[in-house]
């Protein structure tokens, strides 16, 4: 019922930036506490920051504090993840999930996109 398609990965160099777009639809997107998580290989799985309709962000993983940014439009039912001072390090898949916005920070997220690569290089 919900489909959410990631986009804007890419590769790119350190130092360079990226933005990446998650496209929400089925269900009212305002609605949704939409997350942002990667994971690279041989790695779990790790909470990079949510966003809550109202635009109250939870609290930046540390290695992209100062780095990464959250924003969402919900007239356009988009979240934005955008990502300056790339480094190798930030290499990994990239996906968008999405729960209901009264949920728990620590509650599971219902629906995932299938992840966009980003890949940057030394």
């Known amino acids: 019922q919900v489909q959410l398609i990631e986009s804007g990965g890419g590769l790119v160099q350190a130092g360079d930036s990226l933005r990446l777009s998650c496209a929400f639809s089925?269900?009212?997107?305002?609605?949704?506490?939409m997350g942002w998580f990667r994971q690279a290989p041989g790695k779990e799985r790790e909470f990079v920051v949510a966003?809550?309709?109202?635009?109250?962000?939870?609290n930046y993983a540390d290695s992209v504090k100062g780095r990464f940014t959250i924003s969402r439009d919900n007239a356009r039912n988009t979240v934005y993840l955008q990502m300056n001072s790339l480094k190798p390090e930030d290499t990994a898949v990239y996906y968008c999930a999405a729960k209901a916005d009264y949920s728990s920070d620590t509650a599971p997220y219902d629906y995932w996109g299938q992840g966009t690569q980003v890949t940057v290089s030394s």
């Open positions: 089925g269900r009212t997107f305002s609605r949704y506490k």
């Open positions: 966003i809550r309709w109202s635009g109250v962000i939870t």
